[in-house]
């Protein structure tokens, strides 16, 4: 069995729901990222999902675009070293795990055998490329089959019926559910849901062989609630981003506190 | 040119974000049923003839070919389509597919302009709701096509993230499809992005290719020796190229080599070794990038031509040597419009003025007997200002502050009344 599926149904023992937050590498600067997710790992958070910025982000919204294109404006960020520095961090934290979100190019420039690899050697069990479809990622599937990591396949409320109980048979850590049409964050590009947010993971359920993770209009505490039964990872992205440029760590631990620890 | 499953050799492919998925089948599906449907093949040629103008005329350049004594010169005049340029082609099959999908908006990106008011000239006239979005950088450049969209009801949307040119424009269109798709179509203007929006927008470029060929043998009896194209996303060398692929016909498509050659100076993607493969803005193809695998500044006087990507249907065919590669400078493209204003009569578009520049160098090296065919892509009206700043046109600024002070004057003047 996959080994992230494994730490979550585990973890599933003692919460009812696990978090999973989100966090920019290099922004404002790679030392504060990682300060960043330092702080948030002490205060219990469970994953850490660290995006690897990408100059052409194309499924975020402001706030996300606006941290990427600001960590990539002076300074030049390598996978190699995004991958270093979370693994140090990763094994400083053993009891949480930490997953990577990019965009394609700058991993397939970097090489997807190589990342998969280097990705096994820092215990970074998921990987999520929101612009490689499952049927594009043949290459990257076997690779991760052959290391033990899990590509993280994402469905939202328009997949198609079949579509989706396709790719709920096929995810190993973790099903990425997409809440909501649109782009990550309060943007002009948020679409509503046709369905209720229950109907909809009831649905996925039904075909899941994995834990569910939900993310995109996670901003409140009753949101997190909401998932509690249904879902088995909160993810949390802007709202965080938001909180953190508003007030720094300080706002941004008081808003994680209050989704996950009151 | 059928790809292979939407791929064109190593290129092209449907890198797309999953909430993208159930909209780009829809297309897929739709534009396979819809070319192949007589009906609908009708309604686009009786809209390309009666509303844009075709066919766009086979001019012969007398001047021109005595000027530089070698090849004769042709020019394939798409500046002559309604909108001034060949985008109008697209946006008419497109807007048309969009109403048979049963859709009531369109999005745009667009870079000179050009696309964008294509797009909400066919909106307004097919009655479709019309969102553009643009760099905040070609508002600025490019305000006389920003004002006719206006004008003509679309919604233009600056975007001022990133580069604030062309390719955050597409990133932003992308976006607003991700929310808007199941009542919004994007629109994209060249061949480019995912499957099939290369494959469906050389489909209906090649009208230019198709024509030439006429035109060719009625004219002069046999097909031209040589085609030259500007290449910018690809969308007129897709279209003037493809039908000739299979003859024995050479083509030329020329980049922007904008300032010089050193990154963020030029839009150079398929020659002298300036791009890379990657996989971005939902396709495989060549882009401008970092050692990282990061996106970089484009640069060129047209900014029609001023994109990181290209089509990936030029990048396989460069790839295999069926199609040369070449660039102009900006320095170079000027002198090319300008001789082409004083030998012709004819006002090319700067993203054009690369297709001639190009051609002008071959064209005293060739034997009197060939024949070219160049892509007049477009007309250079829109160019006005940046033309006269690039040939420092002296009289032009105190026109401007003439013209400045007057409209403010009759602004304040019809303050009252409004």
Not at chain 2, 208 to 236: H, T, W
Request: negative net charge; contains cysteine; hydrophobic residues 40%.
């Amino acid at each position: 069995m996959s080994k992230l599926a494994n730490y979550i149904a585990e973890k599933r023992q003692q919460k009812p729901i696990l978090s999973m937050t989100h966090v920019v590498y290099g922004y404002p600067t790679v030392q504060e990222s990682l300060d960043w997710m330092a702080t948030l790992l002490e205060a219990g958070a469970d994953f850490i999902e660290v995006q690897f910025p990408f100059s052409d982000p194309v499924a975020d919204g402001p706030t996300i675009v606006a941290a990427c294109h600001g960590a990539l404006h002076d300074q030049k960020l390598t996978v190699e070293q995004c991958l270093t520095d979370i693994g140090k961090l990763g094994r400083d934290f053993p009891n949480s795990r930490i997953a990577l979100m990019s965009y394609l190019n700058p991993m397939y420039i970097y090489g997807l055998e190589k990342l998969v690899k280097r990705c096994a050697e820092e215990n970074i069990l998921g990987l999520i490329l929101p612009d490689l479809p499952y049927e594009q990622a043949g290459e990257l599937r076997a690779y991760c089959d052959g290391n033990g990591i899990d590509p993280v396949w994402l469905v939202t409320p328009v997949t198609p019926k079949d579509r989706l109980a396709f790719l709920a048979s096929e995810a190993r850590g973790f099903l990425y559910c997409v809440a909501r049409s649109g782009v990550t964050g309060n943007s002009k590009h948020n679409g509503g849901t046709q369905q209720s947010l229950d109907e909809y993971l009831a649905e996925i359920n039904s075909h899941a062989n994995a834990p569910i993770g939900v993310g995109f209009g996670i901003r409140e505490k009753a949101h997190v609630d909401a998932l509690k039964g249904k879902a088995d990872v909160a993810i949390i992205g802007s709202a965080l981003l938001d909180a953190y440029n508003k007030g720094g760590k300080e706002e941004g631990l008081k808003l994680f506190n209050s989704l996950f620890n009151s | 040119m059928q790809s292979n499953n939407g791929y064109y050799g190593e290129f092209g492919g449907s890198y797309i974000p999953e909430i993208l998925y159930a909209s780009q089948q829809q297309i897929l599906h739709a534009f396979e049923e819809a070319k192949n449907d007589p009906t609908f093949i009708a309604e686009l040629k009786d809209t390309w003839q009666n509303y844009s103008g075709r066919p766009t005329p086979l001019t012969f350049c007398k001047n021109l070919t005595e000027h530089f004594g070698g090849a004769q010169i042709y020019l394939k005049r798409e500046d002559l389509n309604q909108s001034g340029a060949h985008k109008m082609n697209n946006v008419i099959g497109q807007a048309l597919l969009v109403k048979r999908m049963g859709k009531t908006r369109v999005i745009a990106e667009t870079g000179a302009g050009q696309h964008g008011v294509a797009t909400a000239l066919i909106a307004a006239r097919l009655g479709l709701e019309c969102t553009i979005y643009m760099g905040a950088k070609d508002v600025k450049r490019q305000y006389p096509n920003v004002f006719w969209m206006k004008q003509l009801g679309a919604t233009v949307v600056p975007v001022a993230e990133g580069s604030q040119t062309l390719r955050d424009a597409l990133d932003e269109a992308l976006r607003d499809w991700s929310s808007s798709h199941e009542n919004s179509h994007y629109l994209i203007g060249t061949t480019c992005g995912c499957a099939p929006f290369p494959e469906m927008v050389a489909f209906f470029q090649s009208v230019i290719g198709e024509e030439v060929k006429e035109q060719s043998m009625a004219q002069f009896g046999q097909y031209p020796d040589r085609l030259y194209a500007c290449v910018g996303g690809g969308s007129n060398a897709a279209g003037i190229f493809l039908p000739f692929l299979d003859e024995k016909v050479e083509m030329v498509g020329v980049e922007a080599g904008g300032k010089g050659l050193e990154l963020g100076q030029h839009s150079i993607r398929l020659s002298h070794g300036l791009g890379s493969k990657g996989i971005a803005q939902g396709f495989a193809t060549m882009f401008l990038q970092d050692e990282n695998g990061q996106l970089q500044d484009t640069h060129s006087i047209a900014a029609g031509l001023d994109y990181v990507g290209v089509s990936p249907i030029m990048a396989h065919l460069a790839q295999i040597g069926r199609i040369q590669m070449t660039y102009a400078m900006d320095d170079e493209v000027v002198d090319a419009c300008s001789l082409l204003l004083k030998k012709e009569g004819i006002i090319p578009a700067l993203e054009s003025s690369h297709a001639l520049a190009g051609a002008f160098k071959d064209a005293p090296n060739l034997p009197k007997e060939s024949r070219i065919v160049i892509n007049l892509s477009g007309r250079g009206d829109k160019d006005i200002f940046n033309v006269a700043k690039a040939m420092n046109d002296a009289t032009f600024p105190e026109f401007l502050e003439d013209y400045l002070a007057d409209y403010k004057e009759h602004l304040a003047d019809n303050q009252g009344e409004a």
